[in-house]
């Protein structure tokens, strides 16, 4: 199934529900990152995540930032996904490997249960707003789930998966469902819901048995008149880098530090967090930017 986003109404609009396809980003960001396994399902999470938390916003440049900072060996990790269905990420130590006791990988483990949980929504306009919660495990979904309930106060079932293979992501995606407000009293339709949520654990085996999102959908809450919004939005790992964004960055640091990178290294290279792209500028390069600075008005090379 090709990765997409689908969202879906049930229950006369009370319950919501969003589900996500990240098998192939995941994978792109396994390669572009060479991530170990346990790195690529904790990013693959998240990234997953990320989307699923931006779907509900309405600004079409709408982003959401998502940290996650443990105790773990892999340090913490780091997300930026949009509303248009693309997403980034990375973690800060991709090369770190963890098994649990039963030899699967240990997310939590590696995560850690000890540290934060950051997300900024950002509407493109205005003050991003921010909120931090404490991990609840490291796991990610039960973290973000605990985000959801405490920070926006919103009754929410998250399930979050990424199966490996030898060859990397066999299967990764999400899926939300949420109580909305008009229904946050109904008792019964609450009730039925928890009920429903140990379905949400098999979520990336279903995947990995071609399972598409709406089956996925019509078997949790097929008999509530589930109603498709939409087709399938495509989503990809997509990040807006480029040389020229590079130069711009170098021009800020000024003409004395321009100048001693041609006098130490005839040029300068950078490697982009998010994408783990290398961009080199050669010596003529720096010159250039160089005189730039000092044609400017503003008298900012320094």
């Known amino acids: 199934m090709a990765d997409q986003l689908i969202r879906a109404t049930a229950a006369d609009g009370g319950i919501r529900i969003v589900g996500v396809v990240t098998t192939q980003l ?18 693959g999470r998240a990234m997953s995540a990320g989307l ?14 998502l940290r996650i900072q443990g105790d773990g060996p892999l340090g913490g990790l780091m997300v930026d996904a949009g509303l248009d269905g693309t997403v980034r990420g990375y973690v800060d130590h991709p090369a770190v490997e963890l098994l649990n006791d039963a030899g699967g990988l240990d997310v939590g483990g590696a995560i850690g249960a000890t540290g934060r949980l950051s997300v900024v929504r950002d509407v493109g306009h205005g003050q991003p707003h921010a909120s931090t919660v404490e991990l609840v ?5 039960e973290d973000v789930t605990y985000y959801l309930a405490t920070s926006e106060q919103t009754p929410s079932a998250l399930a979050l998966g990424v199966l490996m293979g030898v060859d990397g992501a066999e299967a990764a995606g999400g899926l939300l469902l949420q109580v909305m407000p008009k229904a946050a009293h109904d008792e019964a339709l609450i009730t039925l819901l928890e009920s429903r949520v140990a379905h949400l654990r098999d979520f990336s085996s279903q ?50 530090e321009l100048h001693e990178m041609i006098a130490e290294d005839q040029g300068a290279e950078a490697t982009c967090h998010f994408c783990n792209e290398i961009y080199r500028v050669n010596e003529q390069e720096l010159v250039q930017l160089i005189a730039h600075l000092q044609t400017e008005p503003s008298g900012t090379s320094r």
């Open 26 to 43: 995941a994978q792109v960001a396994r390669q572009r990152h060479q991530l170990s396994y346990v790195a690529t399902a904790a990013l």
């Open 207 to 256: 995947l990995r048995a071609q399972k598409t999102l709406p089956e996925i959908f019509e078997a949790l809450v097929g008999d509530l008149g589930l109603t498709l919004l939409s087709g399938g939005q495509p989503v990809q790992f997509y990040c807006p880098c480029s040389h020229s964004r590079m130069l711009g960055a170098l021009k800020m640091l000024g003409t004395t």
């Open 52 to 65: 699923l938390l931006v779907s509900n916003m309405k600004p079409p440049q709408s982003r959401v930032n």
């Open 137 to 141: 495990s490291g796991e990610i979904g």
